[in-house]
Protein backbone atom coordinates (compact mmCIF):
# COMPACT_ATOMS: atom_id res chain seq x y z
CA UNK A 1 0.00 0.00 0.00
CA UNK A 2 0.94 3.18 -0.85
CA UNK A 3 1.71 5.86 1.55
CA UNK A 4 3.10 8.83 -0.70
CA UNK A 5 0.62 11.75 -0.28
CA UNK A 6 0.64 12.92 -3.97
CA UNK A 7 -0.65 9.32 -4.81
CA UNK A 8 -3.18 9.33 -2.05
CA UNK A 9 -4.40 12.67 -3.15
CA UNK A 10 -4.53 11.67 -7.13
CA UNK A 11 -6.48 8.54 -5.97
CA UNK A 12 -9.15 10.97 -3.46
CA UNK A 13 -9.09 13.65 -6.14
CA UNK A 14 -9.93 10.94 -9.01
CA UNK A 15 -13.08 10.70 -6.70
CA UNK A 16 -14.01 14.11 -5.66
CA UNK A 17 -13.51 15.55 -9.27
CA UNK A 18 -16.28 13.49 -11.04
CA UNK A 19 -18.64 14.61 -8.40
CA UNK A 20 -18.21 18.33 -8.93
CA UNK A 21 -18.36 18.00 -12.58
CA UNK A 22 -21.88 16.46 -11.84
CA UNK A 23 -23.28 19.14 -9.62
CA UNK A 24 -25.43 21.16 -11.16
CA UNK A 25 -25.91 24.99 -10.94
CA UNK A 26 -29.36 24.61 -9.44
CA UNK A 27 -27.95 22.55 -6.38
CA UNK A 28 -25.19 25.44 -5.43
CA UNK A 29 -27.33 26.25 -2.78
CA UNK A 30 -28.04 22.83 -1.48
CA UNK A 31 -27.21 22.21 2.11
CA UNK A 32 -24.55 19.94 2.96
CA UNK A 33 -23.40 17.50 5.65
CA UNK A 34 -21.04 20.53 7.05
CA UNK A 35 -23.69 22.76 9.09
CA UNK A 36 -21.97 25.92 7.78
CA UNK A 37 -21.77 25.20 4.03
CA UNK A 38 -24.22 25.43 1.09
CA UNK A 39 -22.28 23.28 -1.47
CA UNK A 40 -21.11 26.67 -3.12
CA UNK A 41 -19.45 27.07 -0.05
CA UNK A 42 -18.05 23.98 0.32
CA UNK A 43 -16.26 24.58 -3.45
CA UNK A 44 -15.01 27.94 -2.61
CA UNK A 45 -13.40 26.53 0.77
CA UNK A 46 -12.15 23.00 -1.40
CA UNK A 47 -10.58 25.72 -3.79
CA UNK A 48 -8.76 27.81 -1.19
CA UNK A 49 -7.70 24.52 0.30
CA UNK A 50 -5.75 23.41 -2.57
CA UNK A 51 -4.39 26.79 -3.66
CA UNK A 52 -2.89 26.79 0.35
CA UNK A 53 -2.11 23.28 0.53
CA UNK A 54 -0.23 23.60 -2.88
CA UNK A 55 1.67 26.54 -0.91
CA UNK A 56 2.31 24.04 2.01
CA UNK A 57 3.97 21.67 0.16
CA UNK A 58 6.49 23.89 -1.20
CA UNK A 59 7.12 25.14 1.94
CA UNK A 60 5.80 28.54 0.91
CA UNK A 61 3.34 30.81 3.21
CA UNK A 62 -0.33 30.46 3.11
CA UNK A 63 -3.45 32.42 3.71
CA UNK A 64 -6.54 31.10 4.83
CA UNK A 65 -7.85 34.95 5.84
CA UNK A 66 -10.48 35.71 2.97
CA UNK A 67 -12.30 32.55 0.63
CA UNK A 68 -13.17 34.35 -3.06
CA UNK A 69 -15.70 33.32 -4.92
CA UNK A 70 -14.07 30.60 -7.17
CA UNK A 71 -17.58 29.69 -9.42
CA UNK A 72 -17.91 31.60 -12.43
CA UNK A 73 -16.34 30.76 -15.91
CA UNK A 74 -15.67 26.92 -16.41
CA UNK A 75 -14.99 26.14 -12.83
CA UNK A 76 -15.63 22.22 -12.90
CA UNK A 77 -12.39 22.35 -15.26
CA UNK A 78 -10.75 25.02 -13.33
CA UNK A 79 -11.45 22.60 -9.90
CA UNK A 80 -9.88 19.97 -11.91
CA UNK A 81 -7.04 21.45 -12.75
CA UNK A 82 -6.07 22.84 -9.34
CA UNK A 83 -6.82 19.19 -8.20
CA UNK A 84 -3.92 18.39 -10.71
CA UNK A 85 -1.91 21.09 -9.62
CA UNK A 86 -2.34 19.75 -5.43
CA UNK A 87 -1.35 16.15 -6.84
CA UNK A 88 1.82 17.82 -8.68
CA UNK A 89 2.93 20.04 -5.81
CA UNK A 90 2.79 16.77 -3.16
CA UNK A 91 4.90 14.85 -5.61
CA UNK A 92 7.87 17.18 -5.80
CA UNK A 93 11.16 16.28 -4.14
CA UNK A 94 10.91 17.15 -0.36
CA UNK A 95 7.49 18.20 -0.39
CA UNK A 96 7.05 15.33 2.43
CA UNK A 97 9.92 16.42 3.86
CA UNK A 98 10.80 18.26 7.03
CA UNK A 99 7.75 20.84 8.46
CA UNK A 100 5.23 23.12 7.13
CA UNK A 101 2.74 26.23 7.86
CA UNK A 102 2.47 28.85 10.52
CA UNK A 103 2.21 25.85 13.05
CA UNK A 104 5.44 24.11 11.50
CA UNK A 105 3.87 20.72 11.55
CA UNK A 106 4.94 18.11 9.76
CA UNK A 107 5.00 18.09 6.17
CA UNK A 108 3.10 14.66 6.06
CA UNK A 109 0.48 15.34 8.53
CA UNK A 110 -0.24 18.63 6.65
CA UNK A 111 -0.94 16.43 3.59
CA UNK A 112 -2.49 14.22 5.37
CA UNK A 113 -5.15 17.36 6.35
CA UNK A 114 -5.46 18.17 2.41
CA UNK A 115 -5.77 14.07 1.90
CA UNK A 116 -8.80 14.50 4.25
CA UNK A 117 -10.31 18.08 3.26
CA UNK A 118 -10.59 16.50 -0.40
CA UNK A 119 -11.81 13.15 0.99
CA UNK A 120 -14.37 13.61 3.15
CA UNK A 121 -16.03 16.88 1.41
CA UNK A 122 -15.88 14.85 -1.81
CA UNK A 123 -18.38 12.77 0.53
CA UNK A 124 -19.92 15.80 1.88
CA UNK A 125 -20.31 17.27 -1.73
CA UNK A 126 -22.06 13.56 -3.05
CA UNK A 127 -24.63 13.38 -0.43
CA UNK A 128 -25.68 17.12 -0.86
CA UNK A 129 -26.24 16.93 -4.42
CA UNK A 130 -27.54 12.85 -4.52
CA UNK A 131 -24.72 11.64 -6.09
CA UNK A 132 -22.51 8.25 -4.78
CA UNK A 133 -19.33 8.26 -3.48
CA UNK A 134 -16.65 5.70 -2.74
CA UNK A 135 -13.39 6.81 -1.71
CA UNK A 136 -9.94 5.09 -2.19
CA UNK A 137 -9.79 2.36 0.28
CA UNK A 138 -5.60 3.46 1.00
CA UNK A 139 -6.57 6.73 1.55
CA UNK A 140 -9.27 5.85 4.27
CA UNK A 141 -6.75 3.40 5.57
CA UNK A 142 -3.97 5.82 5.81
CA UNK A 143 -6.49 9.23 7.07
CA UNK A 144 -8.12 6.56 10.28
CA UNK A 145 -5.00 6.76 12.59
CA UNK A 146 -4.58 10.72 11.53
CA UNK A 147 -7.95 11.27 12.12
CA UNK A 148 -7.90 9.40 15.86
CA UNK A 149 -4.85 11.48 16.57
CA UNK A 150 -6.45 15.27 14.98
CA UNK A 151 -9.68 14.75 16.15
CA UNK A 152 -9.40 16.49 20.00
CA UNK A 153 -7.44 19.45 18.14
CA UNK A 154 -9.83 19.52 15.78
CA UNK A 155 -12.96 19.61 17.74
CA UNK A 156 -11.49 22.14 20.07
CA UNK A 157 -10.85 24.85 17.16
CA UNK A 158 -14.47 23.83 15.66
CA UNK A 159 -13.52 21.84 12.27
CA UNK A 160 -15.38 18.62 13.83
CA UNK A 161 -17.99 18.38 15.35
CA UNK A 162 -18.40 15.69 18.18
CA UNK A 163 -18.16 12.13 17.24
CA UNK A 164 -21.17 10.34 15.95
CA UNK A 165 -21.86 6.79 17.06
CA UNK A 166 -22.21 4.24 14.48
CA UNK A 167 -23.42 0.48 14.32
CA UNK A 168 -21.34 -2.47 13.96
CA UNK A 169 -21.17 -3.34 11.19
CA UNK A 170 -20.52 0.31 9.96
CA UNK A 171 -17.52 0.54 6.96
CA UNK A 172 -13.78 1.45 7.82
CA UNK A 173 -15.32 5.07 6.17
CA UNK A 174 -18.27 5.37 7.94
CA UNK A 175 -16.05 5.18 10.64
CA UNK A 176 -13.93 7.75 9.61
CA UNK A 177 -17.16 10.55 8.64
CA UNK A 178 -18.60 9.55 12.10
CA UNK A 179 -15.44 10.68 13.84
CA UNK A 180 -15.74 13.99 12.20
CA UNK A 181 -18.76 14.31 13.40
CA UNK A 182 -20.81 13.23 10.52
CA UNK A 183 -23.88 11.27 10.35
CA UNK A 184 -22.64 8.49 7.55
CA UNK A 185 -25.99 6.93 7.65
Not at 28 to 56: G, I
Not at 71 to 89: I, P, Y
Amino acid sequence: MTDKISELLDAAAARTVPVVHKIGDAQLRAATPCADYQVKDLLNHLFLVMVNFRALAAKEESDFSTTPDRLSGDWRADFAADAARLVEAWGAPGAEEGETGAMRMPARTVGGLVLLDLTVHGWDLARATGQDFTPDGRAVAWLTPLVAKQAPIARQMGMFGEPVPVGEGATDFEKLLAETGRDPG
